[in-house]
């Protein structure tokens, strides 16, 4: 493969099954960044990543401490996330295996 045909391959402009998934991976990316602002520095340092799901917030977290402490505030994460433009209903979170 040629380096012409693996970037056209990976641009997220194009209609092809991986732009899409870069052009998602962006928009996470984004969010992630987005919600960590909104929040307090204190709560956000344990986001790892957000994901959207229908109508909930995932997040991934670094221990099972900070998931504890992300569904004990969860209010105030579906607060930040609506002053970013991401109304959600529920919030669940998740504990990375990698972290």
Known sequence: ?????LESLLNPGSDGD???IVRKARTLADLTTGLKSALADDLASGIIAVNLREDALVLVCSS????SRLR???QQVREAAASIGQAVEHVVVRVSRDA
């Open 64 to 67: 099972s401490a900070w998931a």
């Open 18 to 20: 991986l732009g899409g």
């Open 72 to 74: 004990f505030e969860e």
């Open 1 to 5: 493969m040629t380096a012409k045909s």
